[in-house]
């Protein structure tokens, strides 16, 4: 696909130097990487996943990173929440998350959203941002999530993660090429459920770590132009039998998806 950003019309000296391995990078280079550096990414959570998500977007050098999560840090979350850390205890996710990406990346503005985001404000709080990616651990917040991105035409990274098993894929209600794949496609409403709690049924913390990676890998993709997202595409993971496999995503609907603004 074509970028979805247009470039920063030049980097600061120091950040030159820190994102130098991208610049080399085949479908990056330095034109790639100024625009990374010009793109805006709403995060929807600093968890599990959310956490090496905003890491790996603040190392590759995206230039505004919104943060939005209304928890705060606890013991219990360190075994996999690598943004934050012992002495985080007890203070908002966004404010750890957000000391943790101005540490690694001093040019990346943070914008932190302390509030739960929901069907009522999610259109105002992603409106800014190029590209959502949404790392919830409820159906509520997801479909909210989801809602917003198709109505604002927005490009939705999507992750999930529960026991040793994970799923990954790209939603898009309005891409500029190929057919238009949502979160109803994939659930359609009334069919999901309410997935048991990471407390329940715990979580691998490494597997987190592999798909959090995946999704900064998507989004840097989206602002780049470089290779084929995952769009129409969920890629499945078993980290307990070592296997990854791919389904396809298809329209639930024929003709043009009907997005109310």
Do not use: Y
């Amino acid at each position: 696909m074509q970028p979805l950003v247009a470039p920063a019309s030049a980097l600061a000296p120091a950040e030159l130097v820190r994102t130098a391995r991208h610049a080399v990078l085949s479908g990056i280079g330095e034109e790639g990487q100024r625009r990374l550096s010009a793109a805006h990414v709403a995060v929807v959570g600093a968890g599990g996943l959310g956490s090496p998500v905003l890491l790996a977007l603040a190392a590759a050098g995206v230039g505004t990173l919104t943060v939005i999560d209304d928890d705060v840090v606890e013991l219990t979350n360190l075994q996999r929440q690598l943004a934050h850390r012992v002495d985080d205890i007890g203070i908002a996710k966004t404010a750890s998350a957000g000391r943790a990406i101005t540490a690694l990346a001093p040019q990346t503005v943070v914008i932190e959203t302390a509030e739960r985001l929901d069907a009522t404000n999610a259109e105002s709080l992603l409106a800014d941002a190029d590209i959502v990616v949404d790392t919830s651990d409820s159906f509520a917040t997801r479909r909210a999530v989801a809602a917003a991105a198709e109505n604002l035409g927005r490009p939705l990274v999507w992750g999930a993660v529960q026991e040793w098993h994970a799923q990954a894929t790209v939603f898009w209600s309005a891409p500029p090429e190929g057919e238009a794949v949502v979160l109803a496609d994939l659930f359609p409403p009334g069919t999901e459920g309410e997935p048991p709690s990471c407390a329940q049924v715990g979580v691998l913390g490494a597997l987190c770590v592999q798909v959090g990676g995946m999704l900064a890998a998507e989004v840097v993709k989206l602002i780049t132009g470089a290779g084929t997202p995952l769009l129409g595409r969920l890629a499945v993971i078993d980290a307990l039998g070592g296997r990854q496999h791919e389904v396809a995503i298809r329209p639930a609907s024929i003709g043009p998806r009907e997005v109310h603004a």
